[in-house]
Nanobody, 124 residues
Framework: QVELAQSGGGLVQAGGSLRLSCAAS????????MGWFRQAPGKEREFVAA????????YYGDSVKGRFTISRGSVGNVVYLQMNSLKPEDTAVYYC?????????????????WGQGTQVTVSS
């Protein structure tokens, strides 16, 4: 069992940046694949990014490639999502997710553990 606590998010103008954080409760955090997903009102949950247990491999959804960066903190049980060049269409609730059994995956149903979600709103 692992608990994920998210922080960051908020309101930003188009073109701006935000960083989301996701802190895990377990010391074995490094054995978990981590992912970020988002869900806008009336839309399905969308894959944003995922990172391997070691942090050596990262994958991104097509809509965020080149703008978002997922990373694991060098100290502590934290994963980050750095979001640059934000667009109004990035507006959504963002969720971090973790799973110990899989490699980086864009399939939300493969992740067992989820953060509480955090709102990101990008104004035009």
């Amino acid at each position: 069992q692992v608990e994920l606590a998210q922080s960051g998010g908020g309101l930003v103008q188009a073109g701006g940046s935000l960083r989301l954080s996701c802190a895990a409760s377990r010391r074995t955090f490094s054995s978990y694949t981590m992912g970020w997903f988002r869900q806008a009102p009336g839309k399905e949950r969308e894959f944003v990014a995922a990172i391997s247990q070691s942090g050596g491999s990262a994958y991104y959804g097509d809509s965020v490639k080149g703008r978002f960066t997922i990373s694991r903190g060098s100290v502590g049980n934290v994963v980050y999502l750095q979001m640059n060049s934000l667009k109004p269409e990035d507006t959504a609730v963002y969720y971090c997710a973790a799973d110990q059994r899989i490699g980086p995956s864009p399939a939300y149903f493969e992740y067992d553990y989820w953060g509480q979600g955090t709102q990101v709103t990008v104004s035009s």
